[in-house]
C-alpha cells in the first residue's frame, strides 16, 4: 500500500467529497482511507466519514460486501484501533444524517471484521457523540464531535440538498432538521409514531419523558415568535 505525501493526501481527500485542495482523481479509495487513518492531524481525520462515504459511492466499491479493507494488515494496533473508532462515529453519522441501509450493513461488516465487540464499543461512542463530547481515537487524539457533525453536513448533507430535486430536497432538509434536535433513536421513535407503528412500553416511556417534551417546546408559538426575533 502505498504512503501518500502530505499534498497527495489533500488531493486524494478532495476527490472523495473532502475538498481543502486542488483534486486529482487518480487515487484507490483505500489508499485514501489507509494514508488518513495514519494522520494525527484532527482536521483532516475530520474528513474521514465524508471520504469514507464517498468511497463507498465509487464505481470500484458498488458491488464490496464490507468485509474487508486490504489494508487492515498495514495498520499497527494503535492505528487499527483508531480505523475502527473513526468507523463507529462514521456509523452514527450515516444513521443521523439518514444515509442508506445499504452502506450501514457495509459497514457494520467491516466493524464485526475488526471487532467482535464492536457494538459494545459503539455504546460509548454513541454517548460521547450524543453528549457533544470529545471523542478520543488515540492516546494524545481526540476529535470534536460538533465538528464531524458540522463537516459531514457541510460536505455531504448540504451537497446532496442542492443536487436534489425538490421533493427529495425538502425531505433530506427536514432529516437534516431533525437530527439538530433529535439523536438517531429519537428520530427512530418519531418516525414510528409518524407510521402508525406500534410503540414497546419502554419505547411509550422514553417518548412521553424525553421526546414529546422536546416537541412541545419546539412548537410552542412563544418559542417561534422568540427564534423569528432572534435570528
Given at each position: 500500500?502505498?504512503k501518500f505525501?502530505?499534498?497527495?493526501?489533500?488531493?486524494?481527500?478532495a476527490?472523495?467529497?473532502y475538498?481543502l485542495?486542488?483534486?486529482?482523481p487518480?487515487?484507490?479509495?483505500?489508499?485514501?482511507?489507509?494514508?488518513l487513518?495514519?494522520?494525527?492531524?484532527?482536521?483532516?481525520?475530520e474528513?474521514?466519514?465524508?471520504?469514507?462515504?464517498?468511497?463507498?459511492?465509487?464505481?470500484?466499491y458498488s458491488?464490496?460486501?464490507?468485509?474487508?479493507?486490504?489494508?487492515?494488515k498495514?495498520?499497527s494496533d494503535?492505528?487499527g484501533?483508531?480505523?475502527?473508532?473513526?468507523?463507529?462515529v462514521?456509523?452514527?453519522?450515516?444513521k443521523?444524517?439518514?444515509?442508506?441501509?445499504?452502506k450501514?450493513k457495509q459497514?457494520?461488516?467491516?466493524?464485526?471484521?475488526?471487532?467482535?465487540?464492536?457494538?459494545?464499543?459503539?455504546?460509548?461512542?454513541?454517548e460521547?457523540?450524543?453528549?457533544?463530547?470529545?471523542?478520543?481515537v488515540?492516546?494524545?487524539l481526540?476529535?470534536s464531535?460538533d465538528?464531524?457533525?458540522?463537516?459531514?453536513?457541510n460536505?455531504?448533507?448540504?451537497?446532496a440538498?442542492?443536487?436534489?430535486e425538490?421533493?427529495?430536497?425538502?425531505?433530506?432538509e427536514?432529516?437534516l432538521?431533525?437530527?439538530?434536535?433529535?439523536?438517531?433513536k429519537?428520530?427512530?421513535?418519531l418516525?414510528?409514531?409518524?407510521?402508525?407503528?406500534?410503540l414497546?412500553?419502554?419505547?411509550k416511556?422514553y417518548?412521553?419523558?424525553?421526546?414529546?417534551?422536546?416537541?412541545k417546546?419546539?412548537s410552542n408559538?412563544?418559542?417561534?415568535?422568540?427564534?423569528?426575533s432572534?435570528?
Open positions: 500500500m502505498t505525501s502530505r499534498s497527495e493526501l489533500l488531493d486524494a481527500l476527490q472523495y467529497g475538498e485542495h486542488r483534486p486529482q487518480h487515487y484507490k479509495g483505500e489508499e485514501v482511507l489507509f494514508n487513518v495514519k494522520e494525527n492531524d484532527a482536521r483532516l481525520l474528513g474521514f466519514p465524508v471520504a469514507y462515504k464517498h468511497v463507498l459511492d465509487s464505481p470500484e458491488n464490496w460486501d464490507g468485509k474487508n479493507l486490504s489494508f487492515q498495514d495498520l494503535k492505528e484501533a483508531k480505523l475502527k473508532c473513526l468507523l463507529l462514521t456509523y452514527l453519522l450515516f443521523l444524517y439518514g444515509e442508506g441501509n445499504e450501514l459497514t457494520e461488516a467491516l466493524l464485526s471484521k475488526l471487532s467482535n465487540d464492536w457494538k459494545k464499543s459503539l455504546k460509548a461512542v454513541e460521547s457523540f450524543n453528549r457533544s463530547e470529545p471523542l478520543n488515540g492516546p494524545t481526540s476529535l464531535t465538528r464531524l457533525k458540522k463537516q459531514y453536513r460536505y455531504v448533507v448540504h451537497s440538498m442542492a443536487q436534489n425538490s421533493g427529495s430536497k425538502m425531505d433530506m427536514l432529516e432538521l431533525l437530527s439538530e434536535f433529535f439523536t438517531s429519537q428520530k427512530d421513535l418516525k414510528k409514531r409518524l407510521k402508525g407503528s406500534m414497546s412500553k419502554t419505547e416511556e417518548f412521553s419523558r424525553v421526546v414529546n417534551k422536546r416537541l417546546a419546539l408559538d412563544h418559542l417561534h415568535d422568540f427564534v423569528k432572534v435570528v
